[in-house]
């Protein structure tokens, strides 16, 4: 008698998609932020680009002992996120340290993809800003000169520091700053990507742009509030850190405190810390909790009955 039914062992379901395809759908997500800064910042910016991402793949290439240098596409997503988060001309070896820390410690030491903790892109800057923070934190941010490619550097304060750049400059992107987080618009175009392709969705994203505007409308009315979503790193964290599938809450709730507590930690540091830019250092601390937060807001399993001690 044919058998009608077969049972293996799990998973049942293939999902069509797999890492490589939704890294790429990540960097084509990118793409309009990477274009902006190159074409606000010129040739410099292409070139921290490149050497962040080809630093990245090498470095992960050896570690794997492996040919392929592009591979499943993280280790090159990586790469392009630690440069879009740097300045548009920070010296060679320093772009290609934080890439190294970025892979190598930030991924391969917490077991490799899918097992990190932090964000490894944000944990090669932060090692970046700690030991040589005036290439990266200093009197280093680029007057935008767009389309003028081959223009030289000319160095001005950042958008956080000043408070006098126009939200219009703010959400095209024409404001010193990081060569991927100057254009509000550029990262919104690859956020809607992301929610069309699914892989985010509104919560985090939500919960801490929400916050960050009502935090500012309190410090300083609605313009305020405004100019602290547009400025800085708050869009380039929200849309692409801080919904990074490994480091973040799989609960819906837990993605809403999540990203509740990105928007605090940010303002927090904005308006009262050394720091003028908050949002590194509050998506690393975030992601160290994530563990604590699956673990309170994972839904209670069905028909489960509460033990009675009568």
């Known amino acids: ?47 921290t680009i490149i050497l962040a991402v080809v630093a990245a793949m090498v470095t992960e290439a050896i570690i794997l002992r492996k040919g392929n240098l592009f591979g499943d596409g993280s280790a090159a997503l990586t790469g392009l996120f630690l440069a879009l988060v740097l300045p548009p001309s920070p010296p060679w070896w320093v772009v290609v340290i934080g890439s190294v820390v970025a892979i190598a410690v930030g991924k391969h030491l917490f077991g490799g993809i899918g097992n990190n903790i932090f964000n490894p892109a944000l944990v090669g800057r932060a090692v970046l800003v700690v030991s040589w923070g ?13 389309f003028a490619f081959m223009a030289d550097t000319v160095t001005q304060a950042t958008a956080l520091s000043t408070y006098d750049f126009s939200l219009w400059d703010l ?49 300083g009315g609605f313009g305020m509030g405004l100019y602290h979503v547009l400025a800085g790193g708050v869009m380039i964290g929200a849309l692409f ?56 807001t994972l839904p209670k399993k069905f028909g489960e009955v509460k033990r009675s001690d009568a």
């Open 241 to 296: 850190m801080a919904t990074d599938m490994v480091t973040s809450p799989v609960t819906p709730v837990g993605r809403l405190i999540f990203g509740f507590g990105c928007g605090l930690i940010t303002m927090i540091i904005r308006l009262f810390g050394a720091y003028p830019e908050g949002v590194m250092f509050a998506i690393l601390l975030m992601n160290s909790l994530t563990p604590i937060i699956d673990n309170l």
């Open 134 to 146: 005036a290439h990266i934190a200093g009197d280093v941010w680029v007057r935008p000169q767009p």
């Open 1 to 47: 008698m044919d058998r009608k039914l077969v049972v293996s062992t799990s998973p049942h379901l293939k999902s069509p998609e797999d890492i490589q395809s939704i890294m790429t759908d990540v960097m084509v997500a990118l793409f309009p932020a990477t274009l902006m800064g190159v074409l606000i910042f010129g040739y410099q910016a292409l070139v």
């Open 171 to 219: 959400f095209i992107g024409t404001v010193p700053g990081s060569i991927g987080e100057t254009s509000a618009l550029a990262l919104l175009l690859g956020g809607l990507w992301l929610l069309y392709r699914g892989h985010i969705e509104w919560r985090i994203p939500g919960a801490f742009i929400g916050i960050v505007f009502i935090m500012g409308l309190i410090d």
